[in-house]
């Protein structure tokens, strides 16, 4: 099984289009209400159906405006000026819009709503699940205060009996941990559904409180599909993935929510495989999957390089219609991206008719992870150009990181001191951790360490570790030690650290201290991060990991791997050795070097595909030194294409040089 942090430094999982688009508005959004609008802005108004009634209205908000936030500022336009916002429906409707998820602005949500004269239980209702709900999505520190504050109007006004409101208040005083509150009002007198019940149950669980969830679930006599999707969801949200299952399994009767709940709780703990064979088992019952599951299973494609079952379910939502939305068709192109194929990605970019901020940074995420800076900025000004709603930090993100891949030091440290006046766009951790990144890796280590002394906030690790990586490529043994140091006392338990260290020493000959090293992670009972590489073959995921017998192939693996090497020496190839000695890898050292799990699932590429056919492998961790130089000499030897997806970037294999430049 893979593990949660399983390709964690990629630009963007498929949950990060919430947060970008929850980002994007409330940084750039400095607009007091009413909202006014340019009129080039306003395509629903040039619509035939400009006078629209508020009924039209309403279905607008309800279908169009879910996820797009440049149409839902049009319908807000609309509504202001055809005087529609006195109806309470569409206030509240609006509220709920700006707070959606995909949207994501809580802020906007509650000035909207100050100015809904005198709210009914309707809108009341809507902005309490709005405080909920941008809780769970952006976890906003403010939103427990303000969601407190909605209640406390709610019970003065003597709405606090009413069912809906009452679920409202429970699930909200149990999604900030005030679980005693939520209990409070769901044993007072009145009308108490199972509503109420499955949200206390979803309260339990959220805070970890497992007993008290199951206990309650005991006591319901009347459980519905939504209590037991409550268990399965919570159990998943708890990361007790077993659990889950055990629940789903029990399930006498299942909806879609049920199954969307598994998936979830599969890929909020990493469980890619499983993601993909929840969702085969539904196709086998024949249950029609909803949207959202789609683009679930999509990142789970996008995450185990599976790109005949990403692209099975891009056929899929063709056949059967469903619209290629800004969510999923983003799905889609980090799909494609993340599983080598970049060309496609650019074919679902180009053709998406709706774009979002976060359509754009995978596109450009993309096109950075695969060496093509030049292209990822081009289409960075193409977006300041069709004034797309303005970049965000995640933007800059992209941006920067796509200099670090070319190596462009000017430009990169231009866009870091001027982002804030040109884009609006504070700099963050990230955004200096990309440019210390680019500093290291052209060598302007003393730079990089200046920069790091001048961040407006404590270095995080990853900021220390960017500079670590720089030390090893350029072999600085003085600073590397010194950062090493540092980065060990912050994250004593991250076996990366460790071994990135120990590398610096063993470039160094310094082996005393790397057997130290090694001592004190045993000591610290630091076990590191095995090695898995990932082959699909025929839409099947073979995985590879050192050491592991268990591939029906193994033998026939192993001797393929002989009759390589025995090539490649012939070539000039000669194992860098003291890899094996002293760990350099971030693989375990007891194993040979030549059974690294990249070499394994190259030699069953090679035995299981056509000469000619490109050879797409996703690893875990970064590729190592030695397998990076052999990968080179197959690719010449065996004339293949090779693509490897690591931990942090591509590298394409082809007539014996890679795509990085020997430069990752
Ligand atoms: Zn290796
Ligand atoms: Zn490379």
Redesign the pocket.
């Known amino acids: 099984m893979l593990t949660k942090t399983f390709f964690k430094t990629s630009f963007m999982s498929m949950h990060a289009p919430m947060a970008i688009g929850g980002k994007e508005i409330s940084s750039t959004t400095t607009t007091n209400l009413p909202y006014r609008h340019k009129p080039e802005d306003c395509s629903v108004e040039n619509t035939p159906t400009s006078k629209l009634s508020q009924k039209t209205v309403l279905h607008l908000l309800n279908t169009k405006c879910g996820n797009s936030l440049q149409y839902l500022k049009q319908v807000h336009g609309v509504v202001l000026r055809r005087g529609h916002f006195q109806d309470h429906y569409v206030a509240g409707t609006l509220v709920k819009c700006y707070a959606n998820p995909q949207i994501c602005s809580l802020d906007f949500a509650l000035k909207v709503f100050g100015h809904v004269y005198r709210p009914n239980i309707f809108v009341w209702n809507t902005v309490l699940k709005a405080c909920l709900e941008h809780d769970e999505a952006c976890a906003v520190e403010g939103a427990a205060k303000e969601g407190v504050q909605v209640h406390g109007h709610v019970v003065k006004h003597g709405l606090s009996r009413d069912g809906h409101i009452r679920s409202a208040g429970i699930q909200m005083y149990a999604s900030y941990g005030y679980v005693e509150e939520a209990r409070r009002l769901l044993e007072e007198d009145g009308d108490c559904d199972t509503i109420c019940w499955n949200a206390m149950i979803d309260g339990y669980l959220k805070c970890g409180d497992v007993e008290a969830a199951k206990e309650l679930f005991e006591k319901m006599s009347s459980k519905n599909v939504g209590s037991w999707n409550a268990m399965v969801s919570g159990f998943g949200r708890c990361g007790m993935v077993e659990n889950a299952r055990k629940m789903f399994d029990e399930m006498i009767e299942k909806d879609e929510i049920s199954w969307s709940a598994m998936v979830d709780g599969y890929i909020k703990t990493g469980c890619y495989k499983e993601v993909l064979e929840t969702f085969n088992e539904m196709q086998r019952k024949k249950v029609r999957p909803k949207k959202f599951i789609l683009s679930s299973v999509l990142a789970a494609c996008a995450n185990l390089g599976a790109l005949d079952q990403g692209r099975w379910i891009h056929a899929y939502a063709r056949k059967n219609s469903i619209k290629l939305d800004a969510v999923l068709g983003t799905a889609l192109v980090d799909m494609y991206a993340k599983c080598g194929h970049i060309d496609l990605a650019w074919d679902v970019f180009e053709n998406m008719k709706e774009k979002e901020v976060f359509s754009w940074n995978a596109m450009m995420g993309g096109l950075a992870m695969h060496g093509r800076a030049e292209d990822a900025i081009e289409l960075f000004f193409k977006m300041l150009r069709e004034r797309v709603l303005g970049p965000n930090g995640i933007t800059l993100v992209c941006v920067l990181n796509a200099c670090a891949h070319a190596g462009w030091v000017d430009k990169g440290l231009n866009i870091l001191n001027s982002m804030q006046k040109i884009y609006g766009v504070e700099p963050e951790m990230e955004h200096y951790g990309c440019v210390v990144d680019l500093l290291g890796r052209a060598g302007l280590l003393r730079e990089a360490e200046e920069l790091i002394a001048s961040m407006p906030m404590k270095p995080n690790a990853a900021v220390w570790g960017a500079l670590l990586g720089a030390c090893r490529i350029h072999k600085n043994v003085e600073l590397g030690e010194r950062i090493g140091k540092i980065l060990l006392e912050m994250d004593p338990l991250n076996s990366g650290r460790y071994a990135l260290l120990s590398n610096i020493y063993a470039k160094a000959g310094r082996w005393e201290d790397v057997g130290r090293l090694r001592k004190l992670m045993k000591g610290r009972g630091i076990r590191t991060t095995p090695g898995i590489s990932m082959i699909d073959l025929d839409g099947i995921i073979h995985e590879f990991k050192m050491g592991d017998g268990s591939h029906p192939q193994v033998e026939e693996i192993h001797m393929m791997l002989e009759k390589i090497i025995e090539k490649l020496q012939r070539e000039g190839y000669s194992p860098n050795t003291s890899q094996v000695l002293f760990d350099i890898s971030e693989e375990e050292k007891e194993t040979a070097l030549k059974y690294h799990s990249e070499k394994l699932a190259i030699a069953f590429g090679l035995l299981n595909t056509k000469p000619g056919t490109p050879i797409r492998i996703i690893k875990n961790l970064r ?1 190592c030194e030695d397998c ?1 130089s052999a990968t ?1 000499i197959i690719s010449r030897v065996y004339r293949r294409e090779i693509i ?1 997806r690591d931990r942090v970037r591509y ?3 082809k007539n014996g040089v ?7």
């Open positions: 590729v990076h080179k490897v590298h394409y294999f890679c795509s990085c430049k020997d430069f990752w």
